[in-house]
């Protein structure tokens, strides 16, 4: 059985040489984890999400739909009139781009636009969907407890550790 890394390398692997994403490896996501290692940890996690749970699904559509699931191609960190809603709108932004630069299903769409439940009202409607919105959920916040601790350990280390 092929690793969840391959299984994502088989299934993307025209989408991880696109330029767009080489463009998310320079975009912060949450702590120091680029866009693009995010999304390549949210693929692998629907991955094992899906087999841990023995969900029967598209395995080729879930990993191309978690590759693009943010796939809106900016700095969300830098304030601008297009991105003051990064939360609630980056989903769209993501689909609008991935469409430009690929040919997508209905269920890769499907994953894209309806990751971000229940922050979006519109819950997945796909078991891709839904697996890929947990594995993101998943993903996010062990990226971001990492760089609370990582800052945290440098804060109470101090400068008397570095005598």
């Not at 932004?93 to 890769?108: S, T």
């Not at 990751?115 to 409607?125: Q, T």
């Not at 350990?153 to 400068?159: E, T, Y």
Request: charged share 25%.
């Amino acid at each position: 059985m092929e690793t969840p890394i391959e299984v994502v390398r088989t299934h993307g692997r025209d989408i991880l040489a696109s330029e767009g994403m080489q463009l998310e490896k320079t975009f912060m996501q949450h702590g120091d984890v680029s866009v693009y290692a995010h999304s390549v940890g949210a693929a692998c996690m629907s991955i094992r999400i899906a087999r841990a749970l023995n969900i029967r699904l598209d395995e080729r559509s879930l990993v191309r739909g978690a590759l693009l699931h943010d796939y809106f191609l900016y700095d969300w960190h830098v304030p601008s009139p297009e991105n003051h809603r990064h939360a609630t709108m980056h989903a769209r932004y993501a689909l609008r781009n991935a469409e430009r630069d690929f040919v997508l299903n209905d269920i890769e769409r499907n994953v894209i636009e309806r990751h971000m439940f229940p922050v979006n009202l519109r819950p997945p409607s796909t078991k891709e969907a839904a697996v890929l919105c947990l594995a993101d959920k998943i993903c996010a916040t062990q990226e971001t407890v990492a760089g609370f601790a990582k800052a945290a350990l440098a804060f109470f280390r101090g400068p008397a550790n570095d005598l």
